[in-house]
């Protein structure tokens, strides 16, 4: 039996792998919500920071909800292969940095991503092994209300959110599973259960 280096952790055999998780849905459906809570409970699950181009909204900290990186910047790792898709989105881009997902997995961590459909397509494409959730609003009108009581973003803004929700939501056949947002907590439990089990 070989024995592994101090101070590394030996690679996990590609079948006792977790899978990737890519969790996506329309805007405002509360995917950053579901996994707030999912992480709040269950800390080992690691989720993927994401790059945008986009400023900082009130509270959000580089490197914790994104890393905030100039236009050059992004362009550079997009050059260089750094990104495991990214996409854009309402005049900004964002995109998942590949070494750490790669890293994660490798080690048998399970590893989420919260990324927007483009991006979801683009891991099916690159990592067909990938299990897709896709998080459903209860109805449009509840959609709408998430949408339009953010009061973040001014209105052509949200009307080009509304639009790209309903593209958005005739996809869902696209995934391999939907949950629908009614509670987060029932939400977070059965999105737990799809990232622990491969």
């Not at 803004?157 to 309903?166: D, G, K, M």
């Amino acid at each position: 039996m070989a024995a592994s280096t101090p101070g590394t952790s030996p690679a996990v055999p590609p079948d006792a792998r977790p899978r990737l998780t890519v969790l996506s849905g329309p805007s405002g459906v509360g995917k950053s919500t579901v996994v707030a809570h999912l992480r709040k409970e269950h800390p080992e699950i690691w989720l993927s920071v994401s790059a945008t181009t986009r400023r900082p909204r009130p509270g959000e900290q580089h490197g914790v909800q994104y890393f905030f990186v100039s236009d050059e910047e992004f362009d550079k790792l997009v050059a260089n292969g750094e990104l495991l898709e990214w996409a854009e989105f309402a005049g900004n881009r964002y995109g998942t940095p590949r070494a750490a997902v790669t890293e994660r997995l490798e080690r048998g961590e399970p590893v989420l991503l919260e990324i927007d459909l483009q991006g979801a397509r683009l891991v099916r494409a690159s990592m067909p092994e990938a299990r897709l959730v896709f998080l459903a609003p209860p109805s449009w009108e509840e959609l709408v209300r998430r949408l339009t009581g953010r009061g973040t973003e001014e209105p052509e803004v949200i009307e080009r959110r509304l639009a790209a929700a309903r593209v958005e939501l005739a996809a869902e056949s696209e995934f391999d599973v939907t949950l629908v947002n009614t509670a987060v907590e029932d939400v977070s439990r059965e999105l737990l259960a799809l990232t622990s089990v491969s």
